[in-house]
């Protein structure tokens, strides 16, 4: 029996399949802003033009370009933005990219809020492992600088009020929130997305089936969430498929964009994930891993080690993927298959037995291992689902 209560996000709306230039404009002038403080990675900002698109839509604004954010958001380079977003005096973010883009983006409006000068200020404010994911720490001020994200990928950090920042010096992603670090606008345009390279989109398009797998089987699972997690999944089931068959399929693009937006309604609003999650942010962190990779590898293993605590949950899943008689670990892990993109950490370069203890280490100190539906209470679990998955 479901028990609960379902918090709904800070975020105000979703605009999709419109231009994202002209939402953006049109949503400046709506909310009467003037110093836009534009976020996003360097490749987009000098081989695309979707940042001069945006910049020209807002000629009658005041535009500051930022791409100063490496993979993985490090927390000197959320730093800098901060800092560089202070000095333009912004009233509002833009952030373009994928999930980098997008938690830097979150860290900035945060370390706005709470005055973030220096790095040793910010232990202050990172999450610790035993503290809830979506709760804001005591004392955290507001952020009042709010963001409108328009996502290249499919990752999903632009439905969820928390960020991933890695501390290079302990070589860890560690966990920052806020209700309203929450993107205020979300803008989802699939043209945006043919920018965005294939092994990218595909996997991150993992990344959002692996957002809807753990919040179906979330150990506070909810309903509302649970139908929309399963929508997701028979969205991506179709749409990944047929956007690496003709990356120009722009429906299949905006599916595959709605999928994400879907399954990350339980994550936006309290909805714990599990294993997957907490070790992809280990291997992220620690192993230098892209987010897509991370849940390529590790969901099949993940979601085999939960079936038996999580059985009639999987029959959901397996229902959602078209089958009711082989085992969803076994469908989901035929899905990504078919991708091109890879299925063993040696793929990936995460082969030796010290890179395995640092990152099943790493793991234990996520908030989402603790809520992993299979209790995992050791390192020592994590590091056996590390070497399976090790090939």
């Given at each position: 029996?479901y028990?609960?209560?379902y918090?709904?996000p800070a975020?105000e709306?979703v605009?999709?399949?419109?231009p994202?230039?002209?939402?953006?404009r049109?949503?400046?002038?709506?909310?009467g802003?003037t110093?836009v403080?534009l976020m996003?990675p360097?490749?987009?900002?000098?081989?695309?033009?979707?940042?001069?698109?945006?910049?020209?839509?807002?000629?009658?604004?005041?535009?500051?370009?930022?791409s100063g954010i490496?993979?993985?958001?490090?927390?000197?380079?959320v730093l800098a933005?901060?800092?560089?977003a202070r000095?333009?005096q912004?009233?509002?973010i833009?952030?373009?990219?994928?999930?980098s883009?997008?938690d830097a983006a979150?860290?900035?409006?945060?370390f706005?809020?709470q005055?973030?000068?220096?790095?040793?200020?910010?232990?202050a404010l990172?999450?610790?492992?035993d503290?809830?994911?979506?709760?804001?720490r005591?004392g955290?001020r507001?952020p009042?600088?709010r963001m409108?994200?328009?996502p290249?990928?499919?990752a999903?950090?632009?439905f969820?009020?928390y960020?991933g920042i890695?501390n290079r010096?302990?070589?860890v992603?560690e966990v920052?929130?806020?209700?309203l670090?929450?993107?205020?606008?979300?803008?989802l345009?699939?043209?945006?997305?043919l920018?965005?390279p294939?092994?990218?989109?595909?996997s991150t398009?993992v990344r959002a089936?692996?957002?809807?797998v753990?919040?179906?089987?979330?150990v506070d699972a909810?309903p509302?969430?649970?139908?929309t997690?399963l929508?997701?999944i028979?969205?991506l089931?179709?749409a990944?498929p047929a956007?690496?068959k003709?990356?120009?399929?722009?429906?299949s693009?905006?599916?595959?964009?709605?999928a994400?937006w879907?399954s990350s309604v339980?994550?936006?609003?309290?909805v714990n994930?599990?294993?997957?999650h907490?070790i992809?942010h280990a291997?992220?962190g620690?192993g230098?891993?892209?987010h897509g990779?991370?849940?390529c590898?590790?969901?099949?293993h993940v979601?085999?080690?939960?079936?038996a605590?999580?059985?009639?949950?999987h029959?959901?899943?397996?229902q959602?993927?078209?089958s009711?008689?082989?085992?969803a670990a076994?469908?989901?892990?035929?899905?990504i298959?078919g991708?091109?993109v890879?299925?063993t950490?040696?793929?990936v370069?995460?082969?030796?037995?010290a890179q395995?203890?640092?990152?099943?280490?790493?793991?234990m100190?996520d908030?989402?291992i603790?809520?992993?539906?299979?209790?995992?209470?050791?390192?020592a679990?994590?590091?056996d689902?590390?070497?399976v998955a090790?090939?």
């Open positions: 029996m028990q609960g209560t918090t709904f975020t709306r605009v999709f399949g419109r994202a230039a002209e939402v953006v049109e949503e400046m002038d709506r909310l802003f110093r403080f996003a360097t490749a987009l900002v000098e081989a695309t033009p979707l940042v001069s698109q945006i910049v020209a839509a807002l000629e009658h604004k005041s535009v500051t370009v930022w490496a993979a993985h958001t490090p927390r000197e380079d933005a901060a800092a560089a000095e333009a912004a009233e509002v833009v952030a373009i990219g994928g999930g883009i997008t979150k860290g900035v409006q945060t706005l809020a005055n973030v000068t220096a790095l040793e200020q910010i232990d990172r999450k610790r492992p503290e809830a994911m979506t709760a804001a005591p955290l507001a009042t600088v409108i994200a328009i290249t990928t499919l999903g950090a632009e969820t009020p960020a890695t010096q302990r070589g992603k920052f929130t806020h209700p670090q929450a993107p205020r606008i979300v803008v345009d699939p043209q945006v997305a920018h965005t294939d092994w990218l989109w595909l398009g089936l692996d957002h809807a753990e919040d179906i089987c979330s909810q509302f969430s649970e139908g997690a929508q997701a028979r969205l089931a179709r990944l956007t690496r003709d990356p120009q399929d722009l429906q693009r905006l599916d595959a964009q709605m994400m879907l339980g994550p936006q609003a309290g994930m599990g294993a997957s907490a992809g291997l992220g620690t230098h891993v892209p990779y991370t849940s590898i590790m969901m099949p979601m085999r080690f939960n079936e605590a999580v059985h009639d949950r029959v959901l899943i397996a959602a993927l078209g009711r008689t082989t085992a076994d469908l989901v892990a035929r899905l298959d991708l091109d890879p299925r950490l040696r793929e370069h995460i082969t030796t037995d395995l203890d640092a990152i099943a280490l790493a793991a100190e908030p989402w603790a809520t992993n539906p299979r209790p995992i209470t050791q390192a679990q994590v590091r689902l590390l070497e090790r090939g």
